[in-house]
């Protein structure tokens, strides 16, 4: 079973300045990754795919990269609506599908 | 619009049954996988099973095979999640998701239902 550790836990910056997120697989899942940002009371939303591909509409702001086993998600310049939890999710083999445990961005 | 609506909030006690919707729209629902994650209070979350409503191919996740069942009726776009003897420990929210892309069956989930809340208290 692959675990997927992210790192850290909580992130606190204030808007404008630049996120890193990181995401570690216990074993390689090549490029099949995703990350996924939840806001409270809402579903989660598909941010990046297949480790560095933006989903549909999202802002250029973020971006992601890695393979293997180490991933970044990056958040270029924080927005007001960036706070969030971000989450890791592998998909290289099954089963489970496993997320990581998520990142909570806070205001500082 | 690509959407997945799911049925409401539900209030059941420990040992009742329940079964929970996910109505697909806008796109084809037979040959997308689609996935149900549970998310219990205050946690992260947790994939648990996926299926392919063309011809019902079902995986699970180890954690919670013989726990659930998860079935779909592709005559209405619908994808089901049923427990037979709910536990406190159900409580959770429940999403249904859509696999990003055709043809896939491991991918990332591009469209999420608004979530189900299952409570289960005596």
């Known amino acids: 079973e692959i675990v997927m550790t992210q790192s850290p836990a909580t992130l606190s910056l204030s808007p404008g300045e630049r996120a890193t997120l990181s995401c570690r697989a216990s074993?390689?899942?090549?490029?099949?990754l995703a990350w996924y940002q939840q806001k409270p009371g809402q579903a989660p939303r598909l941010l990046i795919y297949?480790?560095?591909t933006r989903a549909t509409g999202i802002p250029a702001r973020f971006s992601g990269s890695g393979s293997g086993t180490e991933f970044t998600l990056t958040i270029s310049s924080l927005q007001s609506e960036d706070f969030a939890i971000y989450y890791c999710?592998?998909?290289?083999?099954?089963?489970?599908?496993?997320f990581g445990q998520g990142t909570t961005v806070e205001i500082k | 619009e690509v959407q997945l609506v799911q049925s409401g909030a539900e209030v059941k006690k420990p040992g009742e049954s329940l079964k929970i919707s996910c109505k697909g729209f806008?796109?084809?629902?037979?040959?997308?996988?689609i996935g149900w994650v549970r998310q219990m209070p205050g946690k992260g979350l947790e994939w648990m099973g996926t299926i392919y409503p063309g011809d019902s191919d079902t995986r699970y996740s180890p954690s919670f095979q013989g726990r659930v069942t998860i079935s779909a009726d592709k005559s209405i776009s619908t994808a089901y999640l049923q427990w037979s003897s709910l536990k406190a420990s159900d409580t959770a929210m429940y999403y249904c998701?859509?696999?990003?892309?055709?043809?896939?069956?491991?991918?990332?989930?591009?469209?999420w239902g608004q979530g189900t809340m299952v409570t289960v208290s005596s």
């Open positions: 074993q390689s899942v090549n490029s099949n």
């Open positions: 998701a859509k696999i990003t892309r055709y043809g896939y069956n491991l991918d990332s989930f591009d469209i």
């Open positions: 806008g796109y084809s629902f037979t040959t997308y996988w």
């Open positions: 297949d480790a560095s």
């Open positions: 999710q592998q998909y290289n083999n099954w089963p489970p599908w496993a």
